[in-house]
């Protein structure tokens, strides 16, 4: 039977190529010269820091519009609370989510059944798997998803004949 999965994840190498472009780009600009700054990535977590919360403040807009440009969701990044130190420098963990939340994928299902269409649904750890004998309701079960208000990128992946 045909299915396809729903997850959420993040390309990794589509953020380390969007993190090379934001340090390529801040190296060029003339407000960040003179300025340390900094981007790492540790395991799911993304740190920042800047000279002050205002070039903090920067980094993250030009980091996150290249995220964006790599068609990587910006909902899979949560912003925790930034940190300025008592001489003025900022730094700020940016955690990266990866795989859908239990919470998520029941809302997902829910939704998928309230269609009414002869498909199944299952949530198969961190992801949901939908089988149904016609690809076109599969089809429609994208789209509506697709258009659905979730707190999570979603990515369609291994559709099966």
Sequence with gaps: ??????????DMAELQNAILMTRK???NRFDFKGVNWNV???DSLLVISADDEMKLRNLNQTLMGKIAKRNISIKN??????DTSSTGKGRQEIKIK???ETEVAKKIVKLIKEMKLKVQPQIEGGK??????????LQKVMAEVRAA????GLNFDNMRS
């Design 149 to 152: 208000d979730l707190p999570v």
């Design 128 to 137: 949901v798997r939908v089988t149904g004998k016609s690809r076109d309701d």
């Design 98 to 100: 990866q795989g859908l």
């Design 25 to 27: 780009e801040l190296q």
């Design 40 to 42: 790492e990535e540790k």
């Design 77 to 82: 990044f949560e912003h925790l609370k930034a």
């Design 1 to 10: 039977m045909p299915s396809f999965d729903i997850t959420s994840e993040v």
